[in-house]
DNA sequence: CATTAAATGTTAACATTGTCAACATAAAAC
DNA sequence: GTTTTATGTTGACAATGTTAACATTTAATG
């Protein structure tokens, strides 16, 4: 049942090192921060020499680029499903994405950092790059979710990925300021979410 | 004139070292970002040895502190002025305000990080400790602002300090995803900035 | 099966960087 | 003029990412 007690004694060859170093530099920067990390304490953590990593990453930077796209996935997997409740409207659909993507981050400020800071870009596609939005995943869903209001009338007809641009920046930005610790108002933060929403699908409405 | 010139041959006491550090430093996070500053290549520039930095800063952590402080100064010298204008509506120091916000962020990038970001923290006030709106600065004179709106009617009679922070986070966000690389549309930004701001003077409206 | 090649892991060593301790020199105080 | 303080320097160290050279296991090949 457990993976840990299944390992052998120390083998010569660790079996599953890329994986569980993924695995484990995930952990570890969710808990401890993208500078925290070295590669020293996570390799003695996976019981190898520090220099394994070598054989699986070109660098560092390469296995955290890794970490990276495990942490789009992780994302693009919760917002999928919440676009596609068609039974709900699309401001309900709305508000539950952008409540999930603050608590992703709200959850996971140091995932959160990685995926959407200056540090370490992973390349993907971005939001302009769009083509059928009914297939989208992830925050390019948005635009697919965009469209559907302009449509039934519940959305201003203006282009789509300008509203997404501006849905996503809002959002964003709230979420990077409470994770980095700009907006103490603790007690405040559900009124400002709220507000923030409310203000959102006004603006477009138009 | 000119005060390179006006250096002695590198005299055993620097004369402004602490200042010049400063100015250094800020430069050089400037134009290379704040992971590529390192006090040896600081202090080269400077024509001191590696360890000066140690008889004006506990740290290199505080020197950076100290940066950062230069750089709230420098931005709310920009803000104060364009809310003291009132002669100009609301909605035009809301937009000239936000303008500038985001423009001082695009042509300094690794500053703005570095004031706005997570991994180094300068105390100041909260927007949740203004007590007297008419004489903030900088960012806290958003509050003055509002409430300003609010007592002529434009704005909608809502906790300002929950309207600060959205409108806030909203051109955060924007700045932020912009010089992080994560909205690579280059010729829409001026269109998702006049929607962001139009949305957001909306949103404010009620 | 035997041999070779490829994959994976290890140890030793290096350059970079922030920092401290000990010492040197200049300026200020008395 | 002597002492104290401020400021600057050199040498050393630990932490870290990385490379080179070597070891071992697994896979491929005949």
Known sequence: MNNESAKKLSPYHHGNLKEELLQTATDMIDKEGIDSITLRDLTQRLGTSRT???RHFASKEALILGVIERGYEQLDLMFTPIFQESTKSV???FNAMARAYLDFAIEHPNIYRLLFGDKYHKEREELCDYKDESQATGLYALIGLLVEGQEEGSIAPVNPMVQAAMAWASIHGLASL???G???MSDNIEAIYEYSIDALLKGLKG
């Open 52 to 54: 394994a990593v070598y």
């Open 182 to 184: 700009h907006l103490m």
């Open 91 to 93: 401001a309900q659909r």
């Open 178 to 180: 409470l994770i980095d």
